[in-house]
Every structure is written in C-alpha cells, then in structure tokens.
C-alpha cells in the first residue's frame, strides 16, 4: 500500500532546496581548493595514541548525500577495496578528532549493500552535536573517517525462504537501521510482509522519504507505508499527529489482525520508545519479540550513583592495575584517564566491546544495554557504563 506519495507540486521547494545545498557544496569545495575548508583532520594515532586497544578502520567517502535540510549520508568505502560486512540494523562507532579530543558518536548502517562495497552512514544535526554537525558541515568525498564496528544486536538476519512479519517503528533519524533492514528484507526476504510506522514533524524532515515511496511502489502488496506528520502537508498522505501512546495505538488498530509471529522494531527518540513499548506490552506482544535501538547513553538516576570514589582492580591479560573511579565516572573512564589500553567502541552500552566479567565487588549499570540474561547470570558487565558502587573487581577477556 502506498500512502506517501511523490508529489509533483513540490517540486520547486525541492529544487530550492537542492539548490541551497548545491551553493553551500560548491562553496565548500572553492574553499577546500584553497586549502581553508573544511579543517584538516587530526590524524587518529596523535590524538589517542595507546588508547585504543581495538585499531578502527579507515574509510573514505565516496558521495555525500544531502537527504533532508539536516540529514547527510556518506557513502563509504574501503580504499583498498575490501568489503564492508555488517547486518541490517547494525551500527558503527564514528571517531571524530575534534579540537584534539576524540569524539565518538554511533551511527547505524542506512541502507543495504549486498556485497557489502560500500557502507552508508546517516547523520542528523542536532542542537548543539558537535559531531553531528561536523559531519554535516563538513562531509565531503575524499574525506576520510575512522570508524569501529560493526556492533549491535538490533539486526536481522536476511533469509531466502523466510516468512516474516515484521512491524518496524520509526521516529525522525530513528528510520536509519529500519531503512536498512526494510531494504534487505524486501530484497532477500520474497515471503516476508513489513509494516513501516514513521513519525516525522513535517514533510520535510522525512529521511529516504523517496526511497520509502520507491519500495512502497515496488511491493504493494508486502510493505505498508504509513507516515505519521506532526504539521500536515495537504499535498501528502499521511496520518496527523506524533507517535505518541495514542497515536500508535490507533495506528496499529488498523492493521491486519496479529497471528503472534509478528516481530516489532522499534527506533526513535526516548518518547517514542517509551510509547511504543507501553502500546506493544499492552497489546499483549511479549518483550521477546519488542526489539529497540536506542541512540542515547543510558543514564543512572544522582540517588544510584556512588557517592564516594571507589577502588577498583582491573585484571587484563594477567596484570593487575588499580584505580579510583569518582563518583560521576565510569570504570571505563577512570581506567584511559590512568592511562589504561582497554577495548570499547560505541561508550553507551549498545556494543559489547568493553565486556568483563565483575569477580568481586558491586557495579551498577543503567538498563538497558547490551548484556543478554546468560552473560548477567555470570556476571558480565558493561566498563563503559559501569559504576562501581564499592571496592570491585573485573577481568577483561
Ligand atoms: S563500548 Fe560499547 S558497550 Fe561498552
């Protein structure tokens, strides 16, 4: 079913649009020519040299894609040509030298590449994202990012033959992982029936929103496309509203009856999740078949947090190595502030990297993340998210 549509009146406001972005490119690339724009990149090895225990892998952009006024894809490849293998709904750990301090931010794979030649990463501007807005600013092709991954457990594992139904839940760049896997899903999948729920606040702001209407129109009868806009466009088909408990209530009220096989995506900001989640377990889905993505840090409320430093011991490859974690830190923080190589990549607790296991002591790590059940019963934590709440200590693997 295809509910938004391209619409052909629009088309001076798109070519405006394309136009102000054309400028600023073409401005960028006069000022590049000159040496002045956009600002040399660090390289990695003089910022962090001896913090990084994982080595990140150095991609080059090959085209920037400018999808809405504050949404920018770069397409990504390996300069010596090897493939970049990762599973729908996977993400990658972005490391950007900024003002001689590595950022990193996690961005999840856009949009399916069979052979995996290329990647895609989509970033939205946010207020005040010194990252995001770097990115957006200054993404050009030729340049070069660092990147770790892929990580992630929000995936899904294309398959020939596979009957799915999957209903995914999107809000804003929440679409990026969903895109991907609708993409692979519909490509691999000939069995398999999505519904994609996306909430944007205008028309404007909706990422791939010709992609979307594309696979819409190329499988009617197995994608149900349906936009939810907080400021209405006349010329569009889409629901009025924002994703909110109601919202998605009545939205998923219109579906076809559920069979209890149905596998629910979920990915957006914090309200939307919070929402989607409430609707599902009230709907009777169980947790099993809710899948969320979060692209925040979890965060412990002030009264869970220790309220003094606390010791603790860090056992990697048979050495021992004390440290003082203050309160606000992390163990992950503490240990490179001493100076500690450690493996970590995306520093929210979305990727695993930073395993231990705690063998004494007492941390606490704000939910959710990444850890199954299995991994908790034997006493895995997370270092990067992890605060110790008295004299602790952990073994690297
Ligand atoms: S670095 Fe990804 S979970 Fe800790």
């Known amino acids: 079913m295809l509910i938004g549509m391209i619409d052909f009146t629009q088309l001076p406001r798109l070519l405006r649009d394309r136009w102000t972005v054309s400028k ?8 590049t020519l000159q040496g002045k724009h956009p600002p040399p990149l660090i390289p990695l090895t003089q910022v962090a040299a001896g913090k990084l225990a994982v080595q990140p892998r150095s991609l080059r952009v ?12 770069m397409v990504l490849s390996d300069p010596a040509g090897l493939p970049i293998p990762c599973l729908p709904g996977q993400f990658f750990t972005v490391l950007v030298p900024l003002q001689g301090q590595i950022e990193r931010r996690a961005y999840s794979a856009s949009s399916y590449v069979a ?3 290329t990647l895609t990463l989509t970033c939205k501007r946010i207020a005040g994202g010194r990252v ?7 993404a050009h092709p030729g340049m070069m990012l660092q990147v770790l991954g892929p990580s992630g457990h929000f995936t899904v594992t294309p398959q020939p033959g596979a009957q799915r139904r999957l209903v995914l839940i999107g ?15 519909l490509s691999v999948e000939k069995e398999s029936s999505i519904t994609l729920l996306y909430g ?14 594309m696979l819409a129109s190329q499988h009617p009868e197995r994608l149900m496309l349906r936009h939810v806009l907080a400021m209405p466009d006349e010329n569009f088909v889409a629901s009025s509203g924002i994703l909110d408990e109601s919202t998605i209530d009545r939205e998923l009220a219109t579906l076809p009856k559920e069979d209890g096989s149905e596998q629910y995506y979920v990915c957006g900001p914090q309200g939307l999740m919070e929402a989607a989640r409430a609707v599902l377990l009230r709907r009777g889905v169980t947790p099993l078949r809710i899948h969320e993505e979060r692209f925040a840090t979890p965060q412990l409320l002030s009264s869970e947090l220790p309220t003094a430093p606390q010791t603790v011991e860090v056992e990697q490859r048979g050495r021992v190595q004390t440290i003082q974690v203050e309160p606000q830190e992390t163990v992950l923080e503490a240990a490179l502030r001493e100076g500690m190589t450690l ?55």
């Open 132 to 138: 995001s807005t770097h990115l957006w600013e200054y």
């Open 200 to 213: 944007n606040r205008s028309r404007a702001d909706i990422i791939f929103a010709d992609s979307l209407a």
């Open 343 to 397: 493996p970590f990549s995306c520093t929210m607790g979305g990727c695993g990297a930073c395993k231990a296991k705690l063998v004494s002591g007492e941390v606490v790590l704000p939910e959710p993340n990444c850890l199954t059940a299995e991994e908790r019963v034997a006493g895995q934590v997370l270092l990067c998210v992890a605060h110790p709440r008295r004299g602790s200590r952990v073994v690297l693997p």
């Open 171 to 185: 809000g804003g760049s929440g679409i990026t992982p969903l895109h991907h896997i609708l993409q692979a899903v």
């Open 62 to 73: 090959q085209q920037v894609i400018r999808e809405t006024p504050d949404a920018v894809t």
């Open 115 to 117: 052979d995996g030649a």
């Open 24 to 31: 600023r490119d073409l401005a960028m690339l006069a000022l």
